[in-house]
């Protein structure tokens, strides 16, 4: 409510000596200040709110810049040669611990009951990185990364009601990315001559498919993505497809 | 055989029992119980603008002229008290679905509803009480559904359009001084308004709507001096 988040107080206060009809005195436009004792007090709260999101801007700059890191270390998945699970995650190590110690400053900045009024600025670079983290799961363990388990790699908190939080449209959104980058690296695989690899990754992609469409979406930005991974499925299909008929015929 | 054929042969496990679509059936229960609650406030909310809308629309039938029919002002101010006291029950039912839950993710679903029952609940008010409703006096209206500063504000933006229709209305019936005080509150609301330098969807075409609205207002105060100029110098033309 407007006095809880903002600090205005019921009792408005009036000019002293100004007759008060009702909480704002309007009289003449030369009694200019009490309308502007109102939208004052409102500035001041901007202001506020501006601090909290210049200090949120920086947290997020700083994750962008660990999600950088991740992608670079994570590229060479797509490159035609062996891959070396462990040597990715011992990079990674160090980029995760930063990005845990960026997800406790930002949970110190966004005060708890304005969780959702500032999600959006850090929503996008958090899917990114779920995605980034939920490959890197996949290639060391051949699973899923559980919404739990994400949120510990995130250092932050798994339901609403513990505070600073995995956002479920979040998760699903960075699995999607997941998928997508899957679909690549699926490609890749078949340039680097393993064939064992796509079906693999087909039949997981195929349970995911199935987990995804179990769900009723809104025409919301998760729509949306879900909408293109039955692109990355049939991507993943066809190399699939490709594959098992040459083996085949040889 | 077509690739689609090929794979759909090929899916041998059991999607029942695997472990992501149990996964999925929690995500299922918690995305619906969500969107269910969302589109419930929305429903509520676009009850409370239609209601509003009508307020507003009737308050404008109250006659501006210098000599105003009482009673009839009376009935309409009465009517239009009724009908907003009457959409209690509806934020009653928003703030009931917004218990334990945080406001600001369902803020979406309401925000239309709280501003146009403030644009409606503000011009009642100023053709009641010649003055400006504090935001504490709409939370008060609000019957425990949240009040934010920035509904409070869009809402006071979206008056300026019906300040601005009693101003060319007053000037048009030649009522100088009630034209000139909408104009001067309506000057008054703007600058402050800029002077906030909110952020949010749709509030800079808000502020622009705002300032079009002041112009209207200055326009027609300006007719009136030079319709005053006018008859000015033909009466001291009779008079020679």
Request: proline share 2%; with cysteine.
């Amino acid at each position: 409510p407007l006095s809880e988040s903002s600090g205005i107080n019921a009792e408005w206060p009036l000019r002293p000596g100004a007759v008060s009809v009702g909480n704002l005195n309007f009289v003449m436009a030369s009694d200019f200040q009490t309308g502007m004792e109102l939208f004052a007090h409102f500035r001041d709260i901007i202001k506020e709110d501006s601090k909290v999101k210049e200090s949120i801007k920086d947290v997020v700059d700083n994750l962008e810049s660990c999600l950088i890191q991740l992608n670079y270390h994570l590229d060479c998945i797509h490159l035609p040669k062996e891959i070396c699970i462990s040597n990715i995650t011992s990079k990674t190590r160090d980029v995760e611990v930063e990005i845990q110690t960026q997800f406790q400053k930002l949970s110190e900045a966004v005060p708890p009951s304005l969780f959702f009024k500032y999600h959006d600025k850090w929503k996008s670079v958090t899917q990114q990185i779920i995605s980034k983290f939920c490959v890197l799961h996949y290639l060391e363990f051949g699973k899923m990364l559980s919404k739990l388990d994400t949120s510990n790699k995130l250092g932050i908190c798994t339901e609403a009601n513990e505070g600073f939080h995995l956002v479920l449209e979040d998760y699903l959104i960075g699995i999607l990315m997941m998928v997508t980058e899957l679909s690549r690296y699926t490609v890749n695989r078949v340039t680097a001559k393993d064939l064992e690899t796509p079906e693999k990754v087909a039949n997981f992609v195929r349970e995911l498919d199935a987990g995804f469409k179990m769900l009723n979406l809104k025409n919301d930005y998760l729509r949306k993505r879900y909408d293109s991974l039955k692109y990355d499925v049939k991507k993943i299909e066809e190399v699939v497809y490709d594959v098992a008929l040459r083996k085949l015929n040889n | 055989m077509s690739a689609v054929q090929f794979s759909t042969k090929r899916m041998k496990y059991d999607t029942a029992n695997s472990d992501i679509v149990k996964l999925f059936d929690g995500f299922r229960d918690e995305l619906d119980r969500r969107n269910d609650k969302f589109e419930r406030i929305v429903k509520v909310s676009r009850d409370i603008t239609i209601q509003s809308k009508r307020v507003i629309f009737n308050l404008h039938r109250k006659p501006a002229g210098c000599q105003a029919g009482e009673r009839e002002l009376e009935s309409i101010l009465e009517d239009a008290t009724e009908k907003l006291t009457a959409l209690r029950v509806h934020f009653k039912k928003i703030s009931k679905e917004l218990e334990g839950e945080d406001t600001h993710r369902f803020h979406r679903a309401f925000t239309n509803g709280v501003q146009e029952f403030i644009e409606a609940l503000s011009f009642l008010y100023l053709l009641q009480n010649n003055c400006i409703i504090s935001p504490s006096q709409v939370e008060k209206h609000l019957n425990g559904c949240p009040l934010l500063m920035s509904d409070y504000i869009a809402g006071l933006a979206d008056l300026t359009g019906e300040i601005m229709r009693m101003c060319i209305c007053f000037a048009g019936k030649n009522c100088h001084s009630e034209a000139i005080r909408l104009r001067d509150l309506l000057f008054e609301i703007n600058t402050g308004i800029r002077l906030c330098n909110v952020s949010g969807r749709g509030m800079s075409q808000k502020e622009e709507v705002m300032l079009q609205s002041l112009i209207k207002c200055e326009a027609s105060n300006y007719k009136l001096v030079i319709r005053q100029l006018e008859k000015e110098s033909m009466c001291r033309d009779k008079g020679l």
